[in-house]
């Protein structure tokens, strides 16, 4: 829909996101609304690594929906690229909390959907989607279907699937909420090496500070209650990152300077 | 709505049809291997001809012994004569084979079209809410309608060819299918939906590959029932009104008092249904094949 954007700023902007403002209020069953987000205003710009984190029911999840075009704000502006989002726009990903994989088809054609549902040709299709298997580490698992999988591999599958559209953003929904703490940590750097590549801006939500601090150029903190925006830290620490969870156990995070410490302080 | 919910929730267990017929292996464990299962297996089998020795024996002893009157209750020596006879010689309205595929013809046909139109239907409703709502009401009083009185009208308007039956057997088989397919619908999980929708699919695609394979395992459940329904609907339609058919060789011998007959027309009747069940069992294995192994697979065999 956009493809006819001219290759100028307004492109190298695309896959800037700008919240101002912006409130979203529920309609309960029983009439009364419900105010999840109040005056959030946050910005993330292009190739950015933005963490959010907050306890559960701040409404991390909502703001996401609506950066992605599923849902609308009661008030205020959501804008990606510069333009308000008015629907699911082409360039953007997002990885759900719980698995979105169709379990009727294989690892492959899960994979292959975002281009197939695009116009992609099949034979380029699914080509691409065997690459991307092969980048998460999964070549050869082409034609299991997704319960066949473990919870890890899963995952891996999901990133490929929202990784292969090539998307400006993606949005990521405690995409390892589920995995073990290893696991978790394998993931973590995976999607930095993924992320590196293309450079997509990234909303991240977490309730996990460590992992947020770990992965992120800039964390946002937000409370519940409504959810609204508490802080908003700058993590410096060099790129690449390295290993995930040497920051974790105390590599160098910017509240953990000594080596020493069996765990890191930054609850 | 709550009988779709109740329908289909009797559905995904195998359907009622499975069910019943479960009852003889109900002993039986699905995922017992080894030779211990073997013994088990061995002794349920004995069992299962204990019980037809003693059902059958019984019957034909006391019918022999007229403690029960045969006139009227028939007798199985006399069942198996009667089939053989009509294997031979025919029955009054022309041979056996065509009486039988008269029915199957019919049966099958109505099948075929009401599960069409009640997946076509179920999916739409279930994907156009303004549509479901509009409709409602009437698909209620349809469906509180003992169907099987319109039979009387269809054959008054198609006929005594096989037209009224296929008609007749299509509307009880499209409600089955239609209530399944739409709860199936209904129950998508939301995530799958939004996850294809960011992807890129369009309304329709999101249908084709979300919505449908989702509701298929409601929508194969279904079809057990389905073709119970589909061969009622044919046997009620011959009964009512036609030239040939099993349910008017049975109305035949109803009609001169031979019990016999009806208890020969509903064997064949029977072992109809039986393949019938056994050919969507294997329809079911292949278009869920995508699905770990479950119990309804198991309860089907």
Redesign the interface.
Known sequence: MRSNTPRDSQLAQSGRIELSGVTKRFQTPGGTSFTALRDVTMTVEPGEFCAVVGPSGCGKSTTLTMV?G?DRASEGTVSVGGEPVSG?G?G???M?Q?D?L????TVLGNVA??PL??GVPKKNALADARDWLRMVGLAGFEDR?P?QLSGGMRKRVSLA?ALI?EPKILLMDEPFGALDVQTKAIMSNELLTLWDQSKPSVIFVTHDLEEAIALADKVVVMTAGPGTVKDVFAVDLPRPRGAVQEIRFGGGSPSCTTRSGSRCATR | MTSPAAQARTGTNGGSLAEGTGGRSAGRRPRAAGGRSRGRKLRVHAAQLAVFVVIFGGWQLFTSLKIVDPFFFGQPSGIVRTLVDWARHGTGFGSLWQQIWVTMEEAILGFLIGTAGGVLVGVLLGQVRFLSEVLSPYIKALNALPRIVLGALFVVVFGLGIESKVVLASFLVFFVVFFNAFQGVREVDG??V?????????RL?VVR??VI??A?TWIIASLHVAFGFAVIGAIVGEILGAQHGLGVVITNSQNNFETNGIFAGMIIITVIALVAEWLIGLLERRL?A???QTTTEASTL
Request: aromatic residues 12%; without cysteine.
């Open positions: 992605a599923l699911i082409r953007t990903s997002f759900f719980t979105a169709l379990p009727w088809k959907m975002g549902f695009r279907h319960h699937a559209n | 995530n799958l939004n996850n294809a929708r960011i992807l890129g699919a369009s695609q590959n979300v394979p989702s298929m869920l995508w699905r770990p």
